[in-house]
């Protein structure tokens, strides 16, 4: 089936299907788990994998590790792509939740058990000159993940929190988790969500959850999720987000879900847009179109530039680049983007445009119909930012082109942003080196 799990007939049969999963399944155990924000200011979603059926699905929480006092059951879907094999998501959303306050919680049902309980903040409140912190990385995957942690490595996919405490647990992603507000992953998972079976998959979520289930984890749809398994589950596996996209659903070979290829969300001071890219190279459900998203975007960025008072700063990230000059995909597939795309980002005054899929680091200066004044004071057009060398067995992508006089700078280095918003004027960017192939490991983490 590709229905949604019924919480309801779970309840009413909660006794018979915990005899049957006790004498013909073991129990697996809670697994996966990211987070999200909710679609309101006062709500996080929590997603997780289990490999075999649960029971009443729950998130449990509270302001106190010992007094998760508050509770709301969630829904399970069932995956039945992978080949001789079928799992299941489930997800949950704590709500009701105070700003500026950490909260203590808790995932599972009445078959599989609860996970371990991990901590979240929700929504701090800025210092005057304390920044938010906004994590940026494209293109990672369960091998070579070399940004997570030093100790992962291209020798093996398991790069999960116990591997990464035997190394350095200061640098990398793993050290951003206490203070940043949120991650965001531009595109590209796992290499692939849907190889050997989607156990490829599992395991990124695994080494993820050491950063996800403490970080909002946000993201955009990238080119290795377009093949009909890894679409499938790109879908299943980010039905969390808060997704205001029309249609509300996107059909898979697993059935309809939550529309995740682009959707858009508040953060402090920044209005965030997560598009798809790959709607211009042939991915739809014939539901959701290039026609659909355009038709989408014009209203989000007019109804986001009517807020700016509130919310200052538009960023619009998608997977491939409209501008960028490592190599052809520069070429014909950046145009065809910028053709449709850039007089959109212009004329609502979009400030940046980030994206992986370049294996590389590259920012431009503000750019418009390829020209630039060469400054970021007060600039007159948007900002394009590749950030997709997270890490993956695809290794570096070179700059084999000049660079042009509107690429502020480049890098082929391993590395993930830092994008830290102050007030309604101010950004100030940081690149951190996370390449143990091209330098010593004592300038991991380097900016």
Known sequence: SKATVSVLYWARTMHLATLVVAATISVSPIEQVHTAWGKNVNEISAQWVTQTPAGVVTIQWGSHKDRMNESTTGNSREFIVDPGRTWYTHMATMVGLKTNTEYFYRVGDSVNGFSAVNSIMNRRLRKEGDPYRHIIMGDMGAACAFTICPACTQHSAVCDAKTCATNKT???????????????????????LGSNNGTVGDQFFRNIEQIAAKVPYMISHGNHEDSEVNIAHFIERFRLMPSNALPVQYHTKNGASTNSLYFSWDHGLVHYVAMSTELWFGVTDFRTTLETFVEWVKKDLEAANKNRDAVPWIVVHGHRSIYCSCDSDCDAGAEWIRLTMEPILFDYGVDFFINGHEHNYERMWPTYQNKSDQSNVNPRATIYVVTGAAGSHEMHEPFTYPQPSWSAFRSDSFSYTRMFVYNSSHIHWQQVQTDPTQFPGSDYGRV
Do not use: C, K, P, R
């Open 170 to 192: 200061n640098v990398g992603l793993i050290s951003e988790t206490a203070t940043a507000d949120q991650v965001l992953h531009v595109g590209d998972f796992a290499y692939d």
